[in-house]
T-cell receptor, first 114, second 114 residues
Framework: DGGITQSPKYLFRKEGQNVTLSCEQN?????MYWYRQDPGQGLRLIYY???????QKGDIAEGYSVSREKKESFPLTVTSAQKNPTAFYLC?????????????FGPGTRLTVL | SQKIEQNSEALNIQEGKTATLTCNYT??????LQWYRQDPGRGPVFLLL?????KEKRKERLKVTFDTTLKQSLFHITASQPADSATYLC?????????????FGQGTTLQVKP
């Protein structure tokens, strides 16, 4: 089955800890994206990557970091510098980094800071 | 700044009726507009894309309109069913460059009663 997987589904973190959220796709898509969703709000873009070994900051990149060493993988690290990290995190991919391409989303990771 | 607004209040309709959801935007000119469906605790799923030079797009029971003068898109579900109950998100490209970056509205929750 082709698609996007995210792990873990639920993640609990203590304050001051860094955590890494996994995102893998086997759709052979060039572009990948990370979004954050808070209750009652739309998706906000954290980082995006249009090609391997390249990525750009989105609207709310502070306190987050990413890497894109492989086409199929785009992990997101939530650092201790992120002041309010409790949220639902969604990873997406598209065939190319073009606005006429639909985005395919993973099932999401719900992060809770204790 | 760029802004997208969707009906913040939930839309409740009777099964068999047509649901109409609204997406308004200000301060930019997108070339593409997309609609997604999101079920609770899951990632969004792409439904339809409409281009700025298209007035209307249809897919089965779904219809989308795009009025660049009014800066508005309407999303219609005809012969609605309880299974259509979900949150519907509109998303627009930035308009200035074809990067694949989308700006999402906060979504409108639709509840179809049997």
């Amino acid at each position: 089955d082709g698609g996007i997987t995210q792990s873990p589904k639920y993640l609990f973190r203590k304050e001051g800890q860094n955590v890494t959220l996994s995102c893998e796709q086997n759709l052979n898509h060039d572009a990948m994206y990370w979004y954050r969703q808070d209750p009652g709000q739309g998706l906000r873009l954290i980082y995006y990557s249009q090609i391997v070994n390249d990525f750009q900051k989105g609207d709310i990149a502070e306190g987050y970091s990413v890497s894109r060493e492989k086409k199929e993988s785009f992990p997101l690290t939530v650092t201790s510098a992120q002041k309010n990290p409790t949220a639902f995190y969604l990873c997406a991919s598209s065939m190319q980094g073009a606005s006429y391409n639909e985005q395919f989303f993973g099932p999401g990771t719900r992060l809770t800071v204790l | 700044s760029q802004k997208i607004e969707q009906n913040s209040e939930a839309l409740n309709i009777q099964e068999g009726k047509t649901a109409t959801l609204t997406c308004n935007y200000t301060n930019y000119s997108p070339a593409y507009l997309q609609w997604y469906r999101q079920d609770p605790g899951r990632g969004p799923v792409f439904l339809l894309l409409i281009r700025e030079n298209e007035k209307e797009k249809r897919k089965e029971r779904l219809k989308v309109t795009f009025d660049t003068t009014l800066k508005q898109s309407l999303f219609h579900i005809t012969a609605s069913q309880p299974a259509d109950s979900a949150t519907y998100l509109c998303a627009l490209d930035e308009g200035s460059s074809n990067t694949g970056k989308l700006i999402f509205g906060q979504g409108t929750t639709l509840q179809v009663k049997p």
